[in-house]
Nanobody, 117 residues
Framework: QVQLVESGGGLVQAGGSLRLSCAAS????????MGWYRQGPGKQRELVAA?????????ADSVKDRFTISRSRDNAKIMVVLQMNSLKPEDTAVYYC?????????WGQGTQVTVSS
């Protein structure tokens, strides 16, 4: 079992920045890739950014050059941070942390990001 706890998010004006953090605990030895997804109003959930245990990253085209995903680890947990800069109103969504060790999907509780114009 893996537990994902998210923090960060909130309300920001367009052009501003926010930082989302996700702490993974439990059976973290089995985790390779971790990522952030988002689901905007009336939209499907989509991948925003992902990072592997080796540090390889993948970004949605819509967030490239604005968002940065990073990862760190200690004995008890893995931390994944999504730094979001130059935010746009279309970035408004609920953001979810995700990992899928052994093809089992785990999701965080979600954190709201609202960008005002």
């Amino acid at each position: 079992q893996v537990q994902l706890v998210e923090s960060g998010g909130g309300l920001v004006q367009a052009g501003g920045s926010l930082r989302l953090s996700c702490a993974a605990s439990g059976s973290i030895f089995s985790i390779n890739a971790m990522g952030w997804y988002r689901q905007g109003p009336g939209k499907q959930r989509e991948l925003v950014a992902a990072i592997t245990s080796g540090g390889s990253t993948n970004y949605a085209d819509s967030v490239k050059d604005r968002f940065t995903i990073s990862r760190s680890r200690d004995n008890a947990k893995i931390m994944v941070v999504l730094q979001m800069n130059s935010l746009k109103p279309e970035d408004t969504a609920v953001y979810y942390c995700n990992t899928n060790p052994a093809y089992v999907n785990y999701w965080g509780q979600g954190t709201q990001v609202t960008v005002s114009s």
